[in-house]
Structures are given as C-alpha cells and as structure tokens.
C-alpha cells in the first residue's frame, strides 16, 4: 500500500502532531545543555515549536528556521515577529546556508522523514562551526508514542495492508541505537540519546480522533483513503484500545528519543580545540 504522506496544512499539522511537539521541543533544548547566545538553525522547523523553544530558553544570537513547506512556513512566521529569527524555504538535504556559518544546527521531528538521514546530518555538520552541535529528536513510533502507537495497532488489526504505513515499522530509524548509528556514521563526536517524555491529555475522544480526519501525516493521510463504513470501523477499533477516564479524557504517553553529537571538524577545515 503507497500514500502521500500529505505534509499540505501547517494548520492541521499543529492540531494532530504540532501540540505534542510544542512539548518536547522545550525538554530537548534544555538536554542540548548549549550556552545562550548562539546562532542556530532548525532544520524542517515545520510551525515553529523548536524554533520558539530555543528563543524562551536560549536567549539565541539568531535563528534560521528551514523547512519545503510554504504552508507550514506561513504558520511559523505568523507566530513569531522576532527579529532574531527568519524563516526559509529549502531541505535537510541541501541547506540554503554558507560552511561554518552557525553554533547550533538541530531538527525535531525530521529526521525519519529525509531520504537519506546521514547525508541530513553530515549536512547539518557542514554549516556548523567546528566544536558545534548537531542534535535532533523523533517519535519513539515503535514504542511509547502511544497516541500514534495506539493508532496503527488499531489500524493493522483491520487491515493487514496498513502495517506498510505504520510508522513504527516504516522508521528503523526511531530508537536510541539507530540514531546513535547515525550520529556516528556521519562523523559526529560525543554522541549521546536521550529519551524525551511528555504527555498527551485529551479531554475526551473526538479530541483525540478528530485530527485524524483532517488529511496532514501518515496516519490522517490512511484515514482519508478509507471510505465511510472502514473509518468508523477504525473510529470504534481505536475508542477500544485508548484508555478512556471515568470523565472521558485520555492520558497517554508521547515520547521522542533524541540525539546530540559535536562536530569535528569545520567543513573548512580546523579540528577541534
């Protein structure tokens, strides 16, 4: 089974995943540990949940957020009118950004979704000042990212196809020793892994639910694909495996595991002090 992921609506985006990210965004700044005053780049910086995490926490010289998507661009300018920061279009891939040009260079939420991780990374490690970081974090998919766990357990037990899309199995990429492989892979000194755990509280189901029905990600990009009759099936599969309060909310677990490592060398050349 093939679908368009739909990265197409920054709105949607911030309804299904963007408010969980907006909370993990501040747990791995603060495990970054780096000095303020430093010039970053949040790369796939999507609506702008990293990028207002390092301005609250890392009093930064400046940030570049860079992400494909003009939709999710227009929302991250709308929330920020800090002149410390721009936003531009362009890929993990290829950075819009001169050799040795910054201190910091992180990605939330990204890295699963480049082509090729490593050629991300040693990207990232390009522009980065000798001595710099690179970090970055993603869903613990396979695991306790349970509002999307919940979901495709709820998905694949209907329909067997959708095991192809869950991202548990479609993102190897997700643990703490894939990541570290990278980090390490792509030259990356001191690397470390870190989980990062915060909650996901809905008041009640059709709060959890109802993003799923607005088209942006894996898993809204399934649902869309089912017709009527097989995504009210899915709806009653789903409202059985989330544990549901005597007041109705939903508590669960959104965990991302995250990545840091120091840069080597300067693409220009210099080894570390």
């Not at 709060?207 to 899915?234: I, M, N, Q």
């Not at 495996?241 to 060398?265: K, M, N, Q, Y």
Request: charged letters at 25%; one cysteine or more; proline letters at 5%.
């Amino acid at each position: 089974m093939a679908i368009d992921d739909r990265w197409t609506s920054g709105t949607a985006y911030d309804r299904y995943i963007g408010r969980w990210s907006a909370k993990v965004a501040p747990l791995f700044i603060e495990w970054l540990s780096v000095p303020a005053g430093l010039r970053w780049v949040d790369v796939g910086c999507g609506t702008g949940a990293l990028t207002a995490a390092i301005l609250e926490r890392h009093d930064p010289a400046a940030v570049v957020g860079i992400d494909p998507s003009e939709s999710f661009l227009g929302v991250a300018r709308a929330r920020s009118d800090d002149p410390r920061v721009r936003f531009v279009k362009g890929s993990a891939e290829a950075l819009p950004l001169a050799d040795v040009s910054v201190d910091a260079t992180v990605s939330g939420l990204v890295l699963n979704f480049v082509n090729e991780p490593v050629a991300a990374l040693v990207e990232q490690a390009r522009v980065t000042r000798a001595g710099g970081t690179v970090g970055a974090y993603v869903w613990d998919y396979a695991g306790e990212m349970q509002p999307l766990r919940r979901f495709w357990d709820a998905a694949v037990a209907l329909d067997e196809a959708a095991r192809d899309l869950d991202e548990g199995i479609r993102f190897p990429i997700a643990s703490p020793g894939a990541l570290a492989e990278r980090f390490e892979t792509a030259g990356l000194l001191e690397v470390r892994v870190q989980a990062l755990d915060a909650t996901a509280d809905f008041p009640d189901f059709d709060d959890y639910w109802e993003p799923f029905l607005a088209g942006t990600g894996p898993a809204p990009a399934y649902v869309a694909s089912l017709d009527e009759k097989h995504r009210e099936a899915l709806r009653q599969e789903l409202r059985s495996r989330v544990p549901l309060e005597a007041d109705g909310s939903i508590h669960l677990l959104a965990r991302a595991w995250a990545a840091a490592g120091r840069v080597i060398f300067a693409a220009l050349g210099g080894a570390v002090a």
